[in-house]
Nanobody, 126 residues
Framework: QVQLVESGGGLVQAGGSLRLSCAASGRTFSSGTMGWFRQAPGKEREFVCDIIWSNGSTYYADSVKGRFTISMDNAKNTVDLQMNSLKPEDTAVYYC???????????????????WGQGTQVTVSS
């Protein structure tokens, strides 16, 4: 059984930083992609960023470029999201996602990812 477990969410003031982590168990995604989506209240889920496991290529939504950094640890089968210069509009539930296939897109759809974590809340106060 595949599981994605997120950790690291919380409350932070605008301009602050948070680091999210996602641990995958049950399988590896050596040929695939892992990343993050988010969903704010009353809004649709939106792509944040992802990383292709085989070559380390990364994709970011325009709204987070230059502020967020995704990284992976092959040995631990984890993906981290370092979020800097946080803004109130970054407030959302953040979901770790994984796909068995590589996703070469800067605007992937949620349905392209087979596996989802339970989500972790990130709240940025102004």
């Amino acid at each position: 059984q595949v599981q994605l477990v997120e950790s690291g969410g919380g409350l932070v003031q605008a301009g602050g930083s948070l680091r999210l982590s996602c641990a995958a168990s049950g399988r590896t995604f050596s040929s695939g992609t892992m990343g993050w989506f988010r969903q704010a209240p009353g809004k649709e889920r939106e792509f944040v960023c992802d990383i292709i496991w085989s070559n380390g290529s990364t994709y970011y939504a325009d709204s987070v470029k230059g502020r967020f950094t995704i990284s992976m640890d092959n040995a631990k089968n984890t993906v981290d999201l370092q979020m800097n210069s946080l803004k109130p509009e970054d407030t959302a539930v953040y979901y770790c996602v994984a796909s068995a296939a590589a996703v070469y897109s800067s605007s992937p759809k949620p349905s392209w990812f087979n596996y989802w974590g339970q989500g972790t809340q990130v709240t940025v106060s102004s």
